[in-house]
């Protein structure tokens, strides 16, 4: 870091510097190579964390606000994630041992990853995005290798939220047929990190699911995934503010009822309700090229092509694999249910 504030610096005083003159250069130009605060913030902001240089890594900006609806599911992530990593002094004087990870499941397109990147933004933490698909192909041969990297990376750089998604391609049950050794040294390998085996400080696990119950249950022990939480399709009054979020920047008529359109989308994930704002300027663009607004008519044309992807039997299915595996899995594992599930 010390090297990118060095450049800053020079780059800031190149002109006043005549590198062809012979003369020396000026005491007053020599004087003004001081860092200063707003150095460091600009190194910050430009130098990613040596630690981390090997692993995709980013500072997520996606806000709550941005995030529509769903608001008891983000106080719950707040106080699981959040308020941990900001707070851990509390934590400690109040003797109350934070969550080591969240587990997130639900239907494809409810918001997973918006919360998870949401809730780092929050937390001022580093965020590392692992897909489980591309940490089988990303360490052909040596995937267990691969999470320990990952989890000691983490700890290097922490305050640090490692965000596995797609997680039941990595940690799905030990015993099935399809690919057996390596889930069980992946899935051995997730045990033994998330254990803590070496202290996990400010270091927190958030996992997307979309097939929870494909989970090997002995991560959903107390110390691993300590909370297993749904994420619905969202409700009229959550439809209304997703569309808000969504029409935000969008010209749109006086003759847009939003609240015509929440109720008329019934079982839209959020990103069902993206896609149809976004098909409903198309439209308007497509009938007129200088369209200046976007019309209820688009709108409800738009709604003839963007279909809800989700359905009332889907969210039932989830339902009933809260009943019938998770809690059951816990209860196994732990032998008592945990009240916080989810």
């Known amino acids: 870091m010390w090297v990118k504030n060095c450049l800053i610096i020079l780059r800031r005083l190149l002109p006043e510097i005549k590198l062809r003159d012979k003369n020396p250069i000026p005491k007053e130009v020599l004087d003004k190579l001081v860092v200063t605060p707003i150095d460091f913030e600009e190194a910050l902001r430009l130098v990613r964390p040596s630690a981390l240089r090997e692993v995709l890594i980013e ?6 606000e941005q995030i529509g609806g769903l608001e008891s599911i983000k106080e719950e992530i707040k106080e699981a994630v959040e308020w941990p990593l900001k ?3 509390n934590f400690k004087r109040m003797g109350i041992k934070p969550p080591r990870g969240v587990l997130l499941y639900g239907p494809p397109g409810t918001g997973k990853t918006l919360l998870a990147k949401a809730v780092a933004n929050g ?5 590392i995005l692992i897909k489980g698909p591309e940490l ?9 290798k691969g999470v320990r990297k990952i989890f000691e990376k983490a700890r290097q750089a922490a305050p640090t939220i490692i965000f596995f998604d797609e997680v039941d391609s ?32 400010d270091v927190l696990v958030i996992a997307a699911t ?5 989970i090997d249950p002995a991560l959903l022990r107390p110390g691993r995934f300590d909370r297993v939480i749904l994420i619905p ?21 006086k003759d847009v009822n939003i609240n015509e359109l929440s109720k008329g989308t019934n079982n839209y994930t959020g990103a ?3 896609a149809l704002c976004r098909e409903a300027a198309i439209l308007a663009l497509r009938k007129d090229k200088n369209a200046k607004e976007v019309k209820m008519d688009n709108f409800k044309d738009a709604l003839k092509k963007v279909k809800n992807s989700v359905d009332s039997e889907d969210m039932e299915k989830y339902k009933r694999i809260e009943e019938d595996y998770l809690k059951t899995a816990r209860g196994a594992a732990i032998k008592e249910k945990l009240s916080y599930l989810g």
């Open 170 to 201: 990595i940690a799905h049950k030990r015993g099935m047929e399809f690919g057996e050794k390596v889930t069980e040294r992946m899935v051995n390998t997730l045990l033994s990190e998330m254990d803590g085996l070496q202290e996990l400080n």
């Open 136 to 144: 089988l192909n990303m360490f052909v041969g040596e995937s267990e």
């Open 123 to 127: 937390s001022e933490a580093n965020f």
């Open 59 to 64: 500072k997520p900006n996606t806000t709550w």
């Open 210 to 214: 979309n097939r929870p119950d494909m």
């Open 272 to 274: 069902d309700i993206e």
């Open 233 to 253: 399709v969202p409700d009229e009054k959550s439809r209304l503010e997703i569309l808000k979020v969504h029409t935000k920047g969008m010209p749109i008529a």
């Open 87 to 89: 707070y851990s002094a």
